[in-house]
């Protein structure tokens, strides 16, 4: 069975780190590209930063471009998205993405989300 769980979501002031976590079981983790996602109310889903199957090739949001880094542990089949600078329009529920990028069948699959909040 395919899980993506997410994990790290607070609320937090500007300015300060926060560090988003996906645990994924149920698949071949290094054979699926990894993203997170966003999404504020009232707005559409937007990537915010994509990781290769090694973590050899990464790709951000010009929004959080130099803020935020994504990395991966393929050991551990996890993801990480560590924000620094935080500010009060990166309020969203974050989501773990995994779509397949070697091998077959083709594969996409969602976690659940983790509500991040930055406010004063």
């Known amino acids: 069975q395919v899980q993506l769980v997410e994990s790290g979501g607070d609320l937090v002031q500007p300015g300060v780190s926060l560090r988003l976590s996906c645990a994924a079981s149920?698949?071949?983790?290094?054979?699926?590209?990894m993203s997170w996602y966003r999404q504020a109310p009232g707005t559409e889903r937007e990537l915010v930063a994509v990781i290769s199957r090694y973590g050899g090739s990464t790709n951000y949001a010009d929004s959080v471009k130099g803020r935020f880094t994504i990395s991966r542990d393929n050991a551990k089949s996890t993801v990480y998205l560590q924000m620094n600078s935080l500010k009060p329009e990166d309020t969203a529920v974050y989501f773990c993405?995994?779509?397949?990028?070697?091998?077959?069948?083709?594969?996409?699959?969602w976690g659940q989300g983790t509500q991040v909040t930055v406010s004063s």
């Open positions: 149920g698949f071949t983790f290094s054979d699926y590209a």
């Open positions: 993405n995994a779509k397949r990028v070697s091998g077959r069948p083709p594969g996409n699959y």
